[in-house]
């Protein structure tokens, strides 16, 4: 493999990402949450978020693994704090769709995604970029009712 | 100078010659990117190929190609007496009492599940117990726990301690009256750590109990004698061992072999087929059903061959000496640590480890880029993980042709790593 090709992977906003993750904090009270993990290479990602109507308000996620699969986490956070639970959805389509075709997402108003694009053309990575986009889909899944822990009426109005 | 192989003094020894072994293994030569030779540190996953072993498959193919035991044609008789040829090395390799004891399958996990199914669904019974280690590779604990699950028996485990080595005062607690089978690695592939066979399988036998070794790990890089250890039951796999994928072995007990019933159903395990019933076929052929991979076969007896000649005393004191040498070179570099016991006498050539601030996904992925390949993960031995409570390591594993400048390479490419990732969490 050449050194570009290493470049096209640890890309400098990639290994930022990696260095000072955004968002990577815990949740007091979750609407909905999830557990993802890639055993084969150690990669493990919990991600939560608040929903206020059809509104993503907070996310945040916590984990270890590769620079990649935790990059991606605080990007992801990034991509969907403030979006509809819709467009969030759209940009977990949106990413897949990077990670199987090797073009830009093109997700508006967020360029530090493009910067994964490189990953495509690494097969054996892709599982650890797609981690937290997956796992942010399935806590969608869950509904935004928190199946785990049950909330009182009073501690989802204190979070709303 | 040649020395006399104590077992077979047809063999004659070649010295231990570095430069000449590497000569031997074209893909030695190969560069992963122009100018960036590989360093191939991922033997104990599977190791390169002779050119004496590539070139025998093609002469099977091209010279002898036919099915064998079934016609009486020039070609099926070359076949099956070249088949048959390297079941016998195969058995003169681990001192197997008889040549028809050697059962071929496609691996290690293979020959693992044949004897859970063929010998222990027949003779283990509810409350039975099989001791089992924390360090087994996922294929020598889960079809122990599909047998526990169909048939109630109990899997123990023997405990690992800290330094990757297995707790024996567990051990001696665990194995007792209920203990109806061992089935126990002899080397782990995720820490290397090479496990006292003359201490465990005496305690086994002392309760009666048969025992299983998986020698994938330990017959490739250390002398095997199935008499000498005492043992019923040894599964390796010829590809780890310069052989071909595809090709595993069963050894067994010709008594316990005789006593168990087929695994597959099919041809060339019959002895007679009506209507009704089958009468089953002799040993090994009882559990060679269909056509077998015999070039594959053919070839790892080359395999075999070529070890022989070097003598397996020799491939581990060059392994010995080589692991020796990484397991001081590696602490020297900044950030690294390695599991496992640090003394080179009390383990094979793996040694697995961590660096500071990277995970080892991203350690393998740069030494990639310096043409070291290493393998990084959970080694399907995650038991290990857990008790070393990382979620996976990075593993460098060496064979018979590795060099300390190689050694020297992976070295100097972590402190690479390092500066890559410098300023990482
Ligand atoms: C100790 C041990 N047991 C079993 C196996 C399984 O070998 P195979 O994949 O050839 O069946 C391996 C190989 O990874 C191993 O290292």
């Given amino acids: 493999m050449s050194d570009g090709l290493m470049e096209d992977l640890y890309r400098e906003i990639i290994l930022d990402h990696y260095r000072q993750p955004r968002n990577r904090h815990a949740i007091e009270s979750p609407s909905c949450s999830a557990d ?16 206020d109507g059809d509104r993503i308000t907070e996310v945040g996620f916590s984990g270890q693994g590769c620079s990649i699969s935790q990059a991606s986490a605080s990007m992801m956070t990034e991509y969907v704090r403030g979006r509809t639970v819709a467009e969030a959805r759209a940009g977990v389509d949106a990413f897949q769709q990077m990670m199987t075709t090797g073009t830009v997402a093109g997700l508006e108003g967020f360029d530090d ?16 970029a797609s981690l937290a986009w997956k796992t942010l889909e399935q806590a969608l899944n869950e509904g935004v009712v928190p199946v785990t822990t049950p909330v009182t009426t009073d501690e989802r109005n204190s979070n709303g | ?121 027949k003779f283990l019974h509810e409350g ?3 001791v089992i280690s924390e360090i087994e590779h996922h294929s020598n604990i889960v079809p122990w726990q599909m047998l526990r699950d169909a048939r109630g028996i109990v899997l123990r485990y023997i405990p690992m301690l800290p330094d990757g080595t297995l707790d024996l005062d567990a051990a001696r607690k665990i194995i007792g009256p209920r203990t109806k089978l061992l089935s126990i690695t002899a080397m782990s592939n995720a820490l290397g750590t090479i ?57 067994g007990k010709m008594a316990l072999l005789d006593a168990m019933d087929p695994f597959l159903g099919g041809g060339d395990m019959i002895l007679t087929v009506s209507m009704e019933r089958s009468t089953w076929a002799d040993v090994p052929a009882k559990f060679e059903a269909g056509t077998p991979n015999v070039a594959d076969a053919i070839a790892f007896g080359t395999a075999i061959d070529y070890l022989d000649a070097l003598g397996m005393d020799a491939v581990r004191e060059h392994e010995r000496d080589i692991t020796d040498y990484a397991l001081r070179r590696l602490a020297d570099v900044p950030g690294v640590s390695i599991f496992g ?31 070291v390949a290493i393998r990084t993960g959970h080694h399907c031995a995650q038991p290990v993980m857990l008790a070393l409570n990382v979620p996976a390591t990075a593993r460098a594993s060496f064979y018979l042709y590795n060099t300390t400048d190689e050694v020297d390479k992976l070295a100097t490419s972590l402190e690479e790593v390092t500066r890559f990732f410098g300023g990482a969490r």
């Fill in chain 2, 195 to 251: 496990v006292p066979l003359e201490v465990l399988v005496p305690l086994a036998k002392a309760q009666g109990a048969v025992v299983m070794v998986d020698g994938a790990q330990s017959v490739p890089h250390l002398p095997v004698d199935v008499q000498a250890l005492d043992i019923d039951f040894l599964a390796f796999s010829a590809h780890k061992m310069l052989g071909p994928t595809g090709i595993g072995i069963l050894w």
């Fill in chain 1, 113 to 128: 995604i493009d910067a994964l694009v490189g990953v495509a053309k690494f097969p054996a990575r892709v599982k650890c």
């Fill in chain 2, 1 to 121: 100078m040649t020395i006399a192989n104590p077992r077979d003094t047809g063999v004659q020894r070649l010295p231990f010659d570095l430069a000449r072994i590497r000569r031997d293994f074209p893909i030695l030569k190969r560069e992963i990117a122009p100018g960036v030779p590989l360093v191939y540190l991922d033997n104990a996953a599977t190791s390169q190929k002779p050119v004496q072993v590539i070139a025998e498959l093609t002469r099977f193919y091209r010279d002898h190609n036919a099915n064998i035991h079934r016609g009486v044609h020039t070609l099926s008789v070359e076949s099956t007496e070249l088949y048959e040829a390297a079941r016998a090395k195969v058995a003169r390799f681990i001192n197997a009492p008889k040549t028809e004891e050697i059962i071929f399958t496609r691996n290690t996990t293979e020959s693992l599940n044949l004897v859970a199914h063929a010998w222990a669904r």
């Fill in chain 1, 36 to 51: 993802g993990s890639n055993p084969l290479c150690g990669d493990q990602v919990t991600v939560s978020v608040v929903v």
């Fill in chain 2, 341 to 371: 016991p640090m003394d080179a006498d009390l383990r094979g050539g793996v040694i697995s480890f961590e660096l500071e601030g990277v995970h080892p996904h991203d350690i393998g992925q740069v030494l990639d880029t310096h043409g």
């Fill in chain 2, 128 to 130: 039975d117990e099989v």
